[in-house]
């Protein structure tokens, strides 16, 4: 079993490639609901590595909000963005069963700029610790 750093690591590598797909698919202009999705995706797996960091029990849903709640303590920078977090929450699920759900190429860069901030917010988190930790 792996232990929380490991968890943790791997949940920002997943991460990581998410916006490795949705930067590739953004640069086609085509398919922009998936580009918001993998943007979904790569928010949830960033904060959710934080906690996994922390060894707290995260939801199996996905509820930005609710895992913004959990993180707020461990890493109260991420206040700055969560209303633009929140706003990713309905990709997870809008873009593969909405049929009508059709962003626009300003949508998909907007997803995608939030996704890589959190993500880069959450690796400093997580390399702050590191670095802080004693043991």
């Given amino acids: 079993m792996k232990g929380p750093r490991e968890h943790a690591l791997g949940l920002l590598s997943?991460?990581?490639?998410d916006l490795v797909a949705a930067r590739?698919?953004?640069s086609t202009g085509q398919a922009?609901?998936?580009v918001c999705f993998h943007a979904q995706?790569?928010?949830e797996k960033s904060l959710k590595a934080l906690l996994a960091l922390h060894d707290v029990?995260?939801?199996w849903r996905h509820d930005l909000a609710?895992?913004?709640g959990l993180v707020r303590s461990l890493a109260p920078e991420v206040g700055a963005l969560e209303q633009r977090i929140i706003l990713l929450t309905p990709f997870a699920v809008e873009v593969r069963y909405g049929e009508e759900f059709e962003p626009s190429l300003g949508e998909a860069t907007r997803a995608l700029q939030t996704a890589t901030e959190v993500h880069s917010l959450i690796a400093r988190a997580i390399r702050?610790?590191?670095l802080g930790r004693t043991t």
């Fill in 32 to 34: 922009l609901d998936m």
């Fill in 41 to 43: 995706q790569a928010a």
């Fill in 128 to 130: 702050r610790d590191k």
């Fill in 24 to 26: 590739a698919t953004l």
């Fill in 57 to 59: 029990e995260y939801p």
């Fill in 66 to 68: 609710e895992l913004l």
């Fill in 14 to 17: 997943k991460a990581e490639h």
